[in-house]
């Protein structure tokens, strides 16, 4: 069983920063691609990055790009999403998640980390 628990969120102000992290239970796979997608209240959940388990290759939304950095651990079965020059419409539940198969399928999720940004 794949268990996924985000961690880091809260407060910040327009201009700061944050960090969020996320503990993976299981075995990650070389195929795998964890991922970071966020929630604003009456919007969409949206994609936010992503980063290939065995390459190591990220990828990222616009919308983040230049500002935001993901990263993993492998000794610690984690993944992290730096937050810099954050905006007040960074605001959401931001959520955790894992593509197994590396084909664009998130399979597993976690509970989500609320960020709020205040301007």
């Known amino acids: 069983q794949v268990h996924l628990t985000e961690s880091g969120g809260g407060l910040v102000q327009a201009g700061g920063s944050l960090r969020i992290s996320c503990v993976v239970s299981?075995?990650?796979?070389?195929?795998?691609?964890m991922g970071w997608f966020r929630q604003a209240p009456g919007k969409e959940r949206e994609f936010v990055a992503h980063?290939?388990?065995?390459?190591?290759?990220?990828y990222y939304a616009n919308s983040v790009k230049g500002r935001f950095t993901i990263s993993r651990d492998k000794a610690e079965n984690q993944v992290h999403l730096q937050m810099n020059s954050l905006k007040p419409e960074d605001t959401a539940v931001y959520y955790c998640?894992?593509?197994?198969?590396?084909?664009?399928?998130?399979?597993?999720w976690g509970q989500g980390t609320q960020v709020t940004v205040s301007s």
């Open positions: 980063v290939r388990w065995g390459a190591g290759t990220t």
């Open positions: 998640a894992e593509d197994r198969g590396g084909n664009g399928d998130y399979d597993y």
């Open positions: 299981g075995r990650i796979y070389s195929s795998t691609a």
